[in-house]
């Protein structure tokens, strides 16, 4: 994959009054990576990418794409950029294919090739058997898909995506990440935002973590993995009180805490930990009366970033 960072964002800033909606970020993006920006409700995607798609001009800080200031040459870089906003609409009056060949004019595409570019979004996009019904007569899921082939009709080098696949039925999300992945395959740059772990984790090259306006972690998702290993633990049920110091010393263990009748055990070994535990418990004479593996899920240790604050 080639390196060369094409979106250079430097300590970007958008406050609304009090809000800091988006509050002094740093990232680049490189060519021809999926880019994702992972955060709750209310973090600053939206923010984020209305402001790198000249929708919003930021407080503070710079955008560079393709190193030209952003909002100096937004004619030229929206050339470049395809987008689909989080609250957007297709024009609902026209057909499918109306809409892509209305879009296509707009970026000055000939009439041929818009009818051409059309259909293979059509077909591509599994719209072209109702490429000639109203837009308003489509699904949810149709119109997003419709949406992202309107995004495609100008052959984009980057592609902004908010929340792609967001409140979409499985059919639908399933159609819009694989030609994600395949645009990506092809060149495409795309950044994209999301709340769901999994579609970040599974589309995404490189993850920014952001939340109430910060950037707190910015990871490839094997990193951000094996940081979830660090949660690893056990939650462990005895018969009677156990000597925390005397686990702490058993191989595979980190730490151990005491909460009502249970003992969180964090491990750095879980079959390890699992079998010392197993002994140390017959040796005392101690019965197991439960045992369970909680495996946070991304989620948990997306969470337990946010809530520490970490800073790298
Ligand atoms: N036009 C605006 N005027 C005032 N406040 C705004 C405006 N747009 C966004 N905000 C505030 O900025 C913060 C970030 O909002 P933003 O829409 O960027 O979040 P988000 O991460 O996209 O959330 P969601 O997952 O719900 O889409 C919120 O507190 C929001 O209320
Ligand atoms: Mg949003």
């Known amino acids: 994959m080639s390196q060369q960072n094409i979106i250079e964002v430097q300590n970007l800033s958008k406050h609304f009054d009090l809000v800091k909606a988006v509050d002094d970020i740093t990232f680049s993006v490189k060519e021809r990576e999926i880019f994702g920006f992972l955060g709750p409700n209310g973090a600053g995607k939206t923010t984020t990418i ?110 902004f995506l908010d929340e792609p696949t967001s409140g979409l039925d499985v059919q639908s999300s399933i159609i819009i990440k694989n030609l994600i992945k395949q645009y990506n395959q092809e060149g495409m740059t795309i950044f994209l935002t999301t709340h769901n772990m999994d579609v970040a984790n599974e589309l995404c090259d490189r993850i920014a973590i952001i939340n109430k306006g910060n950037l707190i972690r910015l990871d490839t998702p094997e990193n951000l993995r094996a940081i979830e290993k660090k949660y690893q633990a056990i939650d462990l049920y005895p018969s009677e009180q156990l000597n925390i110091s005397e686990l702490e010393k058993l191989a595979g263990i980190d730490k151990v805490k005491q909460i009502k009748n249970y003992y969180h055990i964090i491990v750095d070994d879980l079959h390890e930990a699992m079998s010392q535990i197993i002994n140390y418990t017959k040796l005392k004479n101690i019965k197991i009366k439960k045992l369970n593996t909680p495996e946070p899920t991304l989620e948990e240790v997306f969470v337990k970033i946010i809530n520490r604050g970490e800073n790298n």
């Open 50 to 159: 209305r402001m790198l798609t000249g929708v919003l001009k930021p407080t503070a800080g710079k955008i560079f794409i393709y190193g030209k200031d952003a909002w100096k040459n937004q004619i030229a870089i929206k050339q470049i950029m395809g987008n689909v906003p989080e609250m957007s609409n297709a024009y609902m009056d026209l057909t499918g294919f109306q809409n892509l060949t209305f879009i296509g004019e707009i970026y000055g595409v000939s009439k041929s090739e818009r009818k051409k570019r059309a259909f293979e979004l059509l077909k591509k996009f599994e719209l072209f058997k109702r490429k000639d019904d109203l837009a308003k007569k489509y699904s949810k899921g149709m119109k997003q898909r419709l949406l992202l082939c309107m995004a495609l009709m100008s052959n984009p080098k980057i592609l």
